[in-house]
């Protein structure tokens, strides 16, 4: 059975799991000259206070946040538009914060009617797992589309 998907997302951080979804997702996206869209998430959880430290967050440094993952995913843009010869109409960077298994589920997905899903195995270990959840875990059961969750 041969499956034609149209409008393909991947989430991505700068994990190597999401390197090798992002593969996978490129992968899958020529073969079916499909739409590309590339989504990072900032946990806005993580953004509460800095690591270590019970300081809030201020808005400069959200604002650098922003510009970095921006500049991040528009390097991911030209790269696969060099490197894996995709064409710059077909692939899409976005970026959000919120939870990301909310956004990528309930916000992003519907919005944009993906009819894949590519996210990179979790690299939790076992306790973060078991109190926070991973996104590679939640997802598969509440997505509305296909996904596809890569492994090292």
């Not at 989430?11 to 000259?33: F, M, P, W, Y």
């Not at 430290?53 to 604002?63: A, Y």
């Amino acid at each position: 059975m041969t499956l034609n998907y149209k409008r393909i997302l991947v989430a991505v951080n700068q994990s190597e799991g999401a390197e090798l979804a992002l593969q996978k997702a490129v992968a899958t996206a020529k073969r079916n000259d499909a739409r590309l869209d590339i989504l990072r998430v900032i946990d806005v959880n993580s953004l509460q206070y800095k690591a270590g430290d019970q300081t809030l967050i201020n808005g400069q440094e959200i604002v650098d946040i922003e510009e970095d993952n921006e500049k991040f995913l528009l390097q991911i843009k030209e790269r696969l538009v060099t490197e894996n010869h995709l064409k710059p109409e077909q692939v899409f960077v976005h970026l959000r914060f919120g939870d990301p298994k909310k956004v990528i589920l309930n916000d992003f997905q519907p919005e944009y009617h993906n009819d894949l899903l590519v996210i990179g195995g979790t690299e939790m270990s076992l306790f973060k797992r078991m109190v926070a959840g991973s996104v590679a875990s939640y997802v598969p059961k509440a997505a509305q589309c296909d996904v596809l969750i890569t492994k090292k």
